[in-house]
């Protein structure tokens, strides 16, 4: 019993010590288990990085450490905030107001929101988005004055909402384009970032280029005898997209749509309307003779028609007897499989409301074969900086029981920062690894403050006169965290792109440090040199 009660009491001294070893542990267990690869990066948020299979462990690696292409390019936009309308205005005579003062900008370019609650007959927090080309904040304010419209601000950038919504079309872009790692976030407010490891730019240029705005059109003549185009389907009106697919004798593709309950009546009424249902369906010769064909059916992508066809009768005769509704199934054809194949991922994702500013974009791609080399010098600067600080401490105590358990400590801080990075999955890029080296600059420098106060007024005759010295070098290393913390918390906050990552693990360094490997390495010092176990 006095065995058991002694084995326990010298747990309790040196709990801090188990603590240290079982949080190595379950970093290991983070690092190489199998049963994490799978889930590996659950943990975090797209829009923190891209991630890449590490191999034998589960840690994931950015894009630098595994290859692949990044697009960095403003949205194109202005808004403006505070706009003061009347109750009894329309949405359409704002958005046809306000284009009307702007050179550059049509009706559909123009987006008002709704943000606040009527009051009297004003209504406060309007916001009007402009999403045209080469139109300034200062434009779209003389264009609200012009229209008689008041506001408060305007800021040359696109509305947060808009943000939002670009950034969560372009990651089902990604996912739709089976880009596996993909990611897409902000940085610094309207400025999106694209990441796709393995791909390359040609690739994810041609992901992003376009708004991806797929209608189905009528091409058909008005009462007046004139041709014109009618919108009768867009990708709200779908509930399900289907896969692309090659016709048979590989004349063209196409994508089989399922129109929504809610939406197939008005569908098919666009049908009846625009001729397009007439009986015996309709032959299109848009492009042979587009001032004489029949009505057609016009697939159209960012302005630009795709493909034209006509309306057989088997889908003509049931829009026309009313029964299309019931079961709304339709098909677009395309040229080819792989238009067909952006058609597709497009109608699934939805239009972006703003395009990317390709023309002021910032592209990076890293070749595979050089991720690797930054991989294996990073591997060698590691090592090297382990091999350096082994030599300078060993210089400075000659002593093995100081300098062993210093390096020891510092080494399984390093440890624990992979395995948290392995638990959520946060990928490993070159600002992580000078997190991680900056982390561990500072522990050293908390472990030699440890040595040197403990040492420095002679030998240490007892528990209480180390614990004493202890804890005078604690309230230096503490107030040192706290200002590294306080100093990099913006950092770790704000989306500034790489910093981030550098911010986030220096951060865990620290707080790991002082939290597990400094008081464990005061108990392992406390022994050491009391022989008070």
Same mark, same amino acid.
């Given at each position: /019993?006095?065995?058991?009660?002694?084995?326990?009491?010298?747990?309790?001294? $040196?709990?801090?010590?188990?603590?240290?070893?079982?949080?190595?542990?379950?970093?290991?267990?983070?690092?190489?288990?199998?049963?994490?690869?799978?889930?590996?990066?659950?943990?975090?948020?797209?829009?923190?990085?891209?991630?890449?299979?590490?191999?034998?462990? $589960?840690?994931?690696?950015?894009?630098?450490?595994?290859?692949?292409?990044?697009?960095?390019?403003?949205?194109?936009?202005?808004?403006?905030?505070?706009?003061?309308?009347?109750?009894?205005?329309?949405?359409?005579?704002?958005?046809?107001?306000?284009?009307?003062?702007?050179?550059?900008?049509?009706?559909?370019?123009?987006?008002?929101?709704?943000?606040?609650?009527?009051?009297?007959?004003?209504?406060?927090?309007?916001?009007?988005?402009?999403?045209?080309? $080469?139109?300034?904040?200062?434009?779209?304010?003389?264009?609200?004055?012009?229209?008689?419209?008041?506001?408060?601000?305007?800021?040359? %950038?696109?509305?947060?909402?808009?943000?939002?919504?670009?950034?969560? #079309?372009?990651?089902?872009?990604?996912?739709?384009?089976?880009?596996?790692?993909?990611?897409?976030?902000?940085?610094?407010?309207?400025?999106?970032?694209?990441?796709?490891?393995?791909?390359?730019?040609?690739?994810?240029?041609?992901?992003?280029?376009?708004?991806?705005?797929?209608?189905?059109?009528?091409?058909?003549?008005?009462? $007046?005898?004139?041709? !014109?185009?009618?919108? !009768? /389907?867009?990708?709200?009106?779908?509930?399900?997209?289907?896969?692309?697919?090659?016709?048979?004798?590989?004349?063209?593709?196409?994508?089989?749509?399922?129109?929504?309950?809610?939406?197939?009546?008005?569908?098919?009424?666009?049908?009846?309307?625009?001729?397009?249902?007439?009986?015996?369906?309709?032959?299109?010769?848009?492009?042979?003779?587009?001032?004489?064909?029949?009505?057609?059916?016009?697939?159209?992508?960012?302005?630009?028609?795709?493909?034209?066809?006509?309306?057989?009768?088997?889908?003509?005769?049931? /829009?026309?007897?009313?029964?299309?509704?019931?079961?709304?199934?339709?098909?677009?054809?395309?040229?080819?499989?792989?238009?067909?194949?952006?058609?597709? #991922?497009?109608?699934?994702?939805?239009?972006?409301?703003?395009?990317?500013?390709?023309?002021?974009?910032? /592209?990076?791609?890293?070749?595979?074969?050089?991720?690797?080399?930054?991989?294996?010098?990073?591997?060698?600067?590691?090592?090297?900086?382990?091999?350096?600080?082994?030599?300078?401490?060993?210089?400075?105590?000659?002593?093995?029981?100081?300098?062993?358990?210093? #390096?020891?400590?510092?080494?399984?801080?390093? !440890?624990?920062?992979?395995?948290?990075?392995?638990?959520?999955?946060?990928?490993?890029?070159?600002?992580?690894?000078?997190?991680?080296?900056?982390?561990?600059?500072?522990?050293?420098?908390?472990?030699?403050?440890?040595?040197?106060?403990?040492?420095?007024?002679?030998?240490?005759?007892?528990?209480?006169?180390?614990?004493?010295?202890?804890?005078?070098?604690?309230?230096?290393?503490?107030?040192?965290?706290?200002?590294?913390?306080?100093?990099?918390?913006?950092?770790?906050?704000?989306?500034?792109?790489?910093?981030?990552?550098?911010?986030?693990?220096?951060?865990?360094?620290?707080?790991?440090?002082?939290?597990?490997?400094?008081?464990?390495?005061?108990?392992?010092? %406390?022994?050491?040199?009391?022989?008070?176990?």
């Amino acid at each position: /019993m006095a065995d058991e009660e002694s084995t326990w009491d010298r747990i309790k001294d $040196n709990w801090r010590i188990v603590l240290l070893v079982v949080v190595v542990l379950a970093s290991t267990f983070a690092l190489f288990s199998p049963t994490l690869a799978s889930g590996s990066g659950a943990g975090s948020t797209d829009a923190e990085a891209t991630a890449s299979s590490g191999g034998l462990t $589960n840690i994931q690696y950015g894009l630098e450490l595994s290859g692949g292409t990044r697009i960095q390019a403003p949205l194109v936009g202005v808004h403006a905030t505070g706009v003061e309308l009347s109750n009894d205005t329309s949405t359409e005579a704002v958005r046809s107001n306000v284009a009307a003062n702007i050179e550059n900008a049509s009706a559909s370019d123009v987006t008002v929101r709704y943000a606040g609650e009527y009051s009297g007959t004003v209504q406060q927090t309007t916001v009007v988005e402009v999403t045209a080309r $080469n139109v300034t904040a200062a434009e779209l304010g003389t264009a609200l004055s012009e229209a008689g419209y008041e506001y408060e601000d305007t800021q040359n %950038r696109v509305s947060k909402v808009t943000q939002q919504t670009a950034v969560s #079309i372009l990651r089902q872009k990604v996912n739709e384009a089976g880009l596996s790692g993909g990611s897409v976030r902000t940085v610094g407010g309207d400025v999106v970032v694209v990441e796709i490891p393995n791909a390359n730019q040609s690739q994810v240029r041609d992901l992003v280029a376009s708004r991806g705005q797929v209608l189905i059109q009528a091409y058909h003549r008005n009462e $007046n005898g004139t041709y !014109v185009r009618t919108t !009768v /389907m867009d990708s709200d009106d779908l509930q399900q997209v289907g896969n692309a697919r090659q016709l048979e004798g590989g004349r063209g593709a196409e994508v089989g749509v399922i129109v929504a309950e809610d939406s197939a009546q008005d569908v098919q009424q666009g049908f009846v309307d625009t001729g397009l249902a007439q009986e015996g369906g309709t032959e299109c010769r848009y492009e042979q003779a587009p001032n004489q064909t029949e009505p057609c059916i016009l697939l159209v992508q960012d302005g630009q028609v795709l493909n034209s066809f006509g309306v057989r009768e088997t889908l003509a005769q049931p /829009m026309r007897d009313g029964t299309w509704a019931d079961d709304p199934r339709f098909s677009l054809t395309t040229g080819n499989l792989s238009t067909a194949q952006e058609v597709a #991922i497009n109608l699934r994702a939805g239009a972006l409301p703003a395009e990317l500013d390709l023309d002021s974009n910032s /592209m990076l791609y890293i070749d595979p074969s050089q991720s690797e080399r930054f991989k294996t010098d990073s591997l060698l600067a590691g090592i090297a900086a382990v091999l350096a600080v082994s030599g300078v401490v060993f210089a400075r105590y000659r002593r093995v029981e100081v300098a062993g358990p210093m #390096i020891i400590t510092a080494l399984s801080e390093v !440890v624990v920062l992979w395995g948290i990075a392995a638990a959520i999955g946060y990928p490993i890029d070159l600002s992580v690894i000078a997190g991680f080296i900056a982390a561990i600059g500072t522990g050293v420098d908390d472990l030699i403050i440890i040595a040197d106060e403990v040492m420095s007024q002679g030998e240490v005759s007892s528990q209480r006169v180390f614990q004493s010295r202890f804890r005078k070098a604690f309230w230096v290393i503490g107030a040192a965290a706290a200002t590294t913390i306080v100093a990099l918390s913006p950092l770790a906050i704000l989306s500034l792109g790489q910093l981030r990552g550098f911010a986030i693990f220096t951060i865990l360094g620290v707080l790991v440090g002082v939290l597990i490997t400094r008081p464990a390495y005061g108990d392992i010092l %406390r022994a050491l040199l009391t022989g008070e176990h």
